[in-house]
């Protein structure tokens, strides 16, 4: 007779698993894989695939014994269950004296440390003031303290940015459109015929926690192409290695869900990991040598409002955020300062895209609009209105990588091709009036558009504005990302991320 490794009973349909080899009931053990995607024993990533159905003969359970036929054996049988529920009750007793010692002595420890602090902070403040009384004295001025934890130094659109961050900015778009001009898509680069073709190829299930369920934003890495990022509802950014299939971190700090997650990678410069949040705040982490482990370096809390855009510069040293709070600021990821923030405009910024060559700054709005700033000198350079329709919140854009062509969308069903040469859209497409979009991308050529949304996602091509291919097998598409060479499509697809591709 089999008992299953999590009730303790008799399996009416017991399965074994092919990674602990222990017999569960099958109930029982795909609530645990829909809650957890682990074996409960081993700890291992369990998937329903690896439960294996065993068949007994006979189906039915084996009759008690003989033993068990009388009224003294009976009697005998029911002495020993009641000794062992005692015993049990014993053990549980001492268990939950020895639970309430420990949060007795954790909540003492933190009324502590509570005191502690509190002390410190008196002493603090009455050092700062003799220490002010004896400037005074001495005819000193007096300086402000430090900002504590990279509340980043206020810098306003009157101030502008630091002459070597102009720079640093013009620098980069001379090289950067210099090349562009000659620059043509790869032999190797995937065609239109070939995207025509994609299907599902892998799908990695069970990220971030159930409840709140969700992936909300997705970054793959450019120089280990593996790896890729997360942010969910449950205010957790993960780190996975595809080839791995395991996560390499798990960041928690936020309060509240994430919005946007993106990596710094430079040459000769560690990864950050970035992330902006509903909380108001963006978190940054990088590798730590010494444990191997990713740590906190560095928290932004300029603004005042929700965080809606997260964009890392071309230059890889600058970082731009907007938010609901009508501004959008500028942090230096060397120095981990902030270079600037603008002045309040008429409407809170809802998205935000930077031009491939770095000088201009995409901001949607909840009025339809789209302005278009100056990152140097944080002037606005130009507003894309769409026609007269029905009001919809801007709240996804992409620049394509020639630098002419802006994506947005331009109701809450369809999408527009904005040409930056004539400031007007020069295309529209449509994609259904039960279709919701939730992200638009440009892939690395310019030779393909992709739209994320509530039915899946699609993939168009630019020019032509051909529809390719519908990837839809795995519902609402919150994200999307192309991959190296375009040769693979990554989508957030409810707690899972799943990978389009060339057939085998």
Same mark, same amino acid.
């Given at each position: 007779?089999?008992?299953?490794?999590?009730?303790?009973?008799?399996?009416?349909?017991?399965?074994?698993?092919?990674?602990?080899?222990?017999?569960?009931?099958?109930?029982?053990?795909?609530? /645990?894989?829909?809650?957890?995607?682990?074996?409960?024993?081993?700890?291992?990533?369990?998937?329903?695939?690896?439960?294996?159905?065993?068949?007994?003969?006979?189906?039915?359970?084996?009759?008690?014994?003989?033993?068990?036929?009388?009224?003294?054996?009976?009697?005998?049988?029911?002495?020993? %269950?009641?000794?062992?529920?005692?015993?049990?009750? /014993?053990?549980? !007793?001492?268990?939950?004296?020895?639970?309430?010692?420990?949060?007795?002595?954790?909540?003492?420890?933190?009324?502590?440390?509570?005191?502690?602090?509190?002390?410190?902070?008196?002493?603090?403040?009455?050092?700062?003031?003799?220490?002010?009384?004896?400037?005074?004295?001495?005819?000193?001025?007096?300086?402000?303290?430090?900002?504590?934890?990279?509340?980043?130094?206020?810098?306003?659109?009157?101030?502008?940015?630091?002459?070597?961050?102009?720079?640093?900015?013009?620098?980069?778009?001379?090289?950067?459109?210099?090349?562009? !001009?000659?620059?043509?898509?790869?032999?190797? /680069?995937?065609?239109?015929?070939?995207? !025509?073709?994609?299907?599902?190829?892998?799908?990695?299930?069970?990220?971030?926690?159930?409840?709140?369920?969700?992936?909300?934003?997705?970054?793959?890495?450019?120089?280990?192409?593996?790896?890729?990022?997360?942010?969910?509802?449950?205010?957790?950014?993960?780190?996975?290695?595809?080839?791995?299939?395991?996560?390499?971190?798990?960041?928690?700090?936020?309060?509240?869900?994430?919005?946007?997650?993106?990596?710094?990678?430079?040459?000769?410069?560690?990864?950050?990991?970035?992330?902006?949040?509903?909380?108001?705040?963006?978190?940054?982490?990088?590798?730590?040598?010494?444990?191997?482990?990713?740590?906190?370096?560095?928290?932004?809390?300029?603004?005042?409002?929700?965080?809606?855009?997260?964009?890392?510069?071309?230059?890889?040293?600058?970082?731009?955020?907007?938010?609901?709070?009508?501004?959008?600021?500028?942090?230096?990821?060397?120095?981990?300062?902030?270079?600037?923030?603008?002045?309040?405009?008429? %409407?809170?910024?809802?998205?935000?895209?930077?031009?491939?060559?770095?000088?201009?700054?995409?901001?949607?709005?909840?009025?339809?609009?789209?302005?278009? /700033?100056?990152?140097?000198?944080?002037?606005?350079?130009?507003?894309?209105?769409?026609? %007269?329709?029905?009001?919809?919140?801007?709240?996804?854009?992409?620049?394509? %990588?020639?630098?002419?062509?802006?994506?947005?969308?331009?109701?809450?069903?369809?999408?527009?091709?904005?040409?930056?040469?004539?400031?007007?859209?020069?295309?529209? +497409?449509?994609?259904? *009036?039960?279709? !919701?979009?939730?992200?638009?991308?440009?892939?690395?050529?310019?030779?393909?558009?992709?739209?994320?949304?509530?039915?899946?996602?699609?993939?168009?091509?630019?020019?032509?504005?051909?529809?390719?291919?519908?990837? *839809?097998?795995?519902?609402?598409?919150?994200?999307?990302?192309?991959?190296?060479?375009?040769?693979?499509?990554?989508?957030?697809?409810?707690?899972?991320?799943? +990978?389009?591709?060339?057939?085998?």
């Amino acid at each position: 007779m089999f008992f299953c490794a999590i009730s303790g009973e008799p399996p009416q349909e017991p399965v074994v698993s092919a990674k602990s080899g222990k017999v569960y009931e099958r109930r029982l053990i795909l609530k /645990y894989i829909t809650d957890n995607g682990t074996d409960p024993v081993t700890g291992d990533k369990l998937e329903e695939a690896d439960l294996i159905a065993i068949k007994a003969s006979p189906e039915t359970a084996a009759p008690r014994p003989p033993t068990h036929t009388s009224l003294p054996a009976l009697l005998h049988a029911m002495q020993n %269950e009641w000794d062992a529920l005692i015993l049990e009750m /014993y053990a549980l !007793k001492q268990q939950h004296n020895s639970t309430r010692q420990e949060l007795s002595y954790a909540l003492y420890s933190q009324d502590a440390a509570s005191r502690v602090v509190a002390r410190l902070i008196r002493e603090r403040d009455a050092a700062r003031e003799a220490l002010a009384n004896v400037q005074a004295t001495m005819g000193i001025a007096t300086t402000e303290p430090a900002a504590e934890d990279v509340e980043m130094t206020e810098g306003t659109a009157e101030d502008g940015l630091p002459a070597a961050v102009v720079a640093s900015i013009d620098e980069t778009h001379q090289v950067l459109s210099a090349a562009r !001009k000659k620059r043509k898509a790869p032999p190797e /680069y995937t065609t239109s015929s070939e995207v !025509k073709t994609f299907t599902a190829k892998h799908a990695i299930p069970s990220l971030h926690s159930a409840s709140p369920a969700g992936i909300t934003s997705l970054a793959v890495s450019r120089l280990a192409p593996s790896q890729f990022l997360t942010g969910g509802n449950d205010r957790i950014v993960q780190l996975y290695d595809r080839d791995a299939d395991k996560v390499l971190a798990s960041l928690k700090g936020h309060s509240k869900k994430i919005n946007h997650v993106a990596l710094r990678e430079q040459e000769g410069n560690s990864t950050l990991l970035i992330s902006a949040s509903a909380d108001k705040t963006s978190k940054i982490w990088s590798l730590d040598n010494a444990s191997q482990e990713y740590i906190p370096r560095s928290t932004i809390r300029t603004h005042k409002g929700e965080l809606t855009g997260l964009a890392v510069h071309p230059t890889s040293t600058l970082l731009a955020l907007c938010s609901a709070d009508k501004t959008y600021s500028i942090h230096d990821l060397s120095t981990f300062s902030q270079v600037f923030r603008s002045v309040p405009s008429d %409407e809170a910024f809802t998205s935000l895209s930077i031009h491939p060559d770095g000088t201009l700054l995409a901001l949607g709005t909840p009025a339809s609009t789209i302005q278009i /700033y100056d990152v140097r000198t944080g002037a606005i350079a130009a507003s894309l209105t769409p026609p %007269e329709g029905v009001p919809f919140t801007v709240h996804t854009l992409s620049f394509s %990588e020639n630098g002419y062509h802006l994506l947005s969308p331009n109701s809450l069903s369809s999408v527009a091709i904005w040409d930056l040469r004539k400031q007007k859209a020069t295309q529209s +497409i449509s994609l259904g *009036d039960d279709f !919701k979009v939730n992200k638009v991308l440009y892939d690395t050529s310019a030779q393909f558009l992709g739209v994320a949304g509530n039915l899946g996602a699609r993939v168009f091509a630019h020019k032509t504005w051909e529809e390719l291919v519908r990837l *839809d097998e795995g519902g609402e598409v919150s994200d999307l990302v192309f991959g190296n060479q375009g040769k693979e499509i990554w989508g957030a697809t409810g707690r899972e991320v799943r +990978i389009w591709g060339l057939p085998a």
